[in-house]
């Protein structure tokens, strides 16, 4: 078979697979920001109805998967193969909600870069003939990370300047075949780069560069520039993490700021909603694209749109023990129609 | 693209990928084990010359790597794409030795099944022409995994008679393409199972029947039968597990037990090394398949391999809120010669 690798690290689709239906729930903070209306479904509170928080992230997942197949019209047994991932120890936000479903499951971790990997490899499993229908799943919550990666919620911590807010979401992407788009045209996998950053707290400064990186690879590979995008989406770099890559673009003779989005700045109001420097977690950028920028594809406000979803692949453990936070970031462009 | 889906959940591949070069890194207590030859590194002490048992870890993916390169002459500008996956939160084990290594990773979760989870990715990334050398990596470590997953060693805790001891081992293979095999022929992606067990101190119960549903999977989307294969391969049921899985494949009129081999059986000695019901973790089956059955393979003594690691997709906060045990199980089949 024909190769299909552009450059050194990334994928142009022989027959780009289509996005037959996208969906995006969110809580209750979620429901109360500038991108409330590109949900499917908000909870009014925390819990989704679940004993825990955790419960609470496979009902997401669950009513991710449930809405994107409602409006695709297929049922569970359509679906040849899922890949998700999420922040919990063990992944267990996908893994639990598939008990019982009957799917093909392949667990993914990304960080918060989650959700362009598994589209990434959807896209490659049905380009490839190896799926016929593949979701790609992925979600976060703001309150079960805060007490795994941080401090417990009771105690009240104070958050620093360069802090983050996780999101409290999930979002679901169905590919396959149809005439219609938006297609996934072409991916570029990510490297793991660490520039030594160990705050924690100043997550979009240790993903950055990966991000930069990633997006220069892209560039290289398929010997594109930001022009050949209407949009360019980071996944959670915040308000300083996307100020960085910006000026690592800048270093390049490069300027991205007029194409560059950041869904982490787009899903909460910096002015009414105390995130601090903006969203994060697998559900930020998952969220976003799957509930926003899917609506704005189908309306033709874009036609062109590379997302690349940043991760940080620290654990509580690796900073206790003094390590560096490594980043990694992947990308998928997507595109309203066939390119030609 | 003609489409190379077997069935349900299985897939053959067009051309099958080679496997290159494998390489299994044991600890100290693997070295005085029945397969202690098979590995190509042994460590004397538990840390491989680190301050700490994770920062260990890393040493081991990365020392497998470079020995699976160093045996196929590879470079890593050679290698198109990782995929990785360890038991450590946030996979702490497979991102951390790559930074400063330029690699494209993908990132994995799949417990204990992660050695089949990557084989099978990589297989289709390099059969699909989306990767030319695809690297499969992954590890565990005693020390660590009981330390996250159960108690501190200092504890001193009496380990339960089902329990399994996790191996210290990291095992890479390395996949692309060449007229000599052995070769990655099929693969059955597995589905998330959970019967209802609780004792996270039972995980061979708690696996075996995501095993069985794979398995049965596997036989009957490509419509063979247990003769087909010399050796059906478990990744670390222990023995108590691997009873269960005959007898579930019995119920069915089905006798597996003379084709069965568990590497959590084989890696020990149940009368000299104190393992309780064998090994387990991503290290069991992956330095088992890497050292031990790869050498078997290229002399001959097995033909035609069925591969199957099996994962328990719980978590220590899984468990402290009452739920039971999900298993997973993927499976590659690996022949020595193209099957016609």
């Known amino acids: 078979m024909e190769p299909c690798r552009a450059g050194k690290r990334s994928i142009r689709f022989r027959d780009p697979p289509s996005i037959l239906a996208a969906a995006a ?14 949900f499917d479904y908000c909870s009014t509170e925390t819990k989704f109805g679940q004993e825990t928080w955790e419960k609470a992230e496979n009902k997401m997942q669950e009513l991710a998967l449930d809405a994107a197949r409602y409006k695709a019209n297929l049922r569970n047994e359509n679906i040849d193969v899922l890949l998700a991932g999420d922040l919990l120890d063990q992944c267990i936000g996908s893994s ?87 297609f996934i045209e072409t991916a570029t996998i990510g490297q793991v780069v660490d ?7 100043n997550m979009g400064a240790a993903m950055a560069p990966a991000a ?18 209407d949009v360019i989406v980071t996944g959670d770099l915040g308000k300083l993490g996307s100020e960085l890559l910006c000026e690592l673009f800048r270093r390049d003779g490069v300027e991205i700021a007029e194409k560059h989005k ?26 976003t694209l799957c509930g926003y920028f899917m609506k704005k594809l ?27 936070i490594p980043g990694i970031c992947h990308a998928v462009s997507i595109t309203s129609e066939r390119r030609q």
């Open 212 to 229: 930069y990186a990633t997006i220069r690879a892209h560039l290289d590979d398929l010997q594109r520039t930001p022009d050949d995008y």
């Open 262 to 287: 950041d869904c982490g700045c787009l899903i909460y109001d910096a002015e009414r909603q105390d995130a601090h420097m903006g969203g994060s977690g697998c559900g930020c950028s998952a969220t």
């Open 25 to 38: 729930i969110g809580g209750k903070k979620e429901s109360e920001g500038p991108l409330a209306g590109y």
């Open 298 to 324: 189908q309306a033709g406000k874009y036609r062109n749109l590379l997302f690349c979803a940043t991760g940080a692949l620290l654990s509580p453990l690796s900073t206790q023990q003094g390590e560096s």
């Open 195 to 201: 520039l030594g950053i160990k705050d924690a707290a």
């Open 96 to 182: 639990f909600p598939l008990r019982g479903t009957g799917l093909s499951f392949l667990g993914l971790y990304g960080a918060c870069s989650t959700m362009a990997e598994a589209l990434l490899l959807a896209a490659v499993l049905v380009d490839g003939g190896y799926a016929r229908i593949a979701a790609a799943v992925t979600s976060s919550h703001f309150a079960g990370a805060e007490r795994q990666y941080r401090f417990p919620l009771v105690y009240g911590g104070q958050r620093t300047p360069t802090a983050q807010w996780t999101v409290t979401g999930a979002g679901c992407m169905l590919l396959g075949r149809q005439e219609q788009g938006p």
